[in-house]
Structures are given as structure tokens and as C-alpha cells.
Nanobody
């Protein structure tokens, strides 16, 4: 079973930047990878995704122009570069892997999930 681990979250002021990492226990060249975030009492929210080796990407309207998803060259790590962070970006960020290789907008399309890394944006 594929295992994922998110890291590099933290506390940042509005306007600041963070780069989240999603590290996989095996090769993920063929997997689509998604980033989602969640706050207590609310539904999990799609943030961004990247497809298999062709690297097609999608992102939520709320983060367009601020967040960028990318793959490491060895395909074992996916990053989420977050810039111009806003308080509403606060949440627990999860990465997920879709064995079909697609860049999916819906959380139920993903097969494997990490434990999450906390991002807090506050002055």
C-alpha cells in the first residue's frame, strides 16, 4: 500500500510563503496527486492537483495565481508552492494519490492519503 507524508507546514503571516512537500513511499510517476485542505467543521476542499508523467495541473479558483503544484524530477515527491498566503488559507493540508493517474477534483477519487500538515496564516 502506498504511503504518503506531508511536511513543511507551519505558521506564517499574511502575504508570506510556504512550500509543502508530499513524500511517497514508492514511485508515483503514474499516480495523479492532489492537495486538499480542511478546517474543523467544514468539508474537505480541493486545492490543486497534478496528473501523471504528462503533468497536467488544475487548481481551485481561490488559489489561482498564488499556488503552484509540481513534481520532483525523480517523481517521488510533489510540492505545493504557496505564495501571498491569506488567513482563509489556514487549514490542515493533505496530499492524496489517484491510481488512475488523473488530476481529480473530488476527494473520493483518490486512493491513498497522508496524515496532513498544518498551515496557519495569521498576523
Amino acid at each position: 500500500q502506498l504511503r504518503l507524508a506531508e511536511s513543511r507546514g507551519g505558521l506564517v503571516q499574511p502575504g508570506g510563503s510556504l512550500r509543502l512537500s508530499c513524500d511517497a513511499s514508492g514511485r508515483i510517476d503514474y499516480y495523479g496527486i492532489g492537495w486538499f485542505r480542511q478546517v474543523p467543521g467544514k468539508e474537505r476542499e480541493f486545492v490543486s492537483c497534478i496528473s501523471n508523467t504528462y503533468g497536467t495541473t488544475k487548481h481551485a479558483d481561490s488559489v489561482t495565481g498564488r499556488f503552484t503544484i509540481s513534481r520532483e524530477k525523480d517523481k517521488n515527491t510533489v510540492y505545493l508552492q504557496m505564495t501571498n498566503l491569506k488567513p482563509e488559507d489556514t487549514g490542515l493540508y493533505f496530499c492524496a494519490a489517484d491510481g488512475s493517474g488523473n488530476c481529480a477534483l473530488y476527494s473520493d477519487r483518490y486512493d491513498f492519503w497522508g496524515q496532513g500538515t498544518q498551515v496557519t496564516v495569521s498576523a
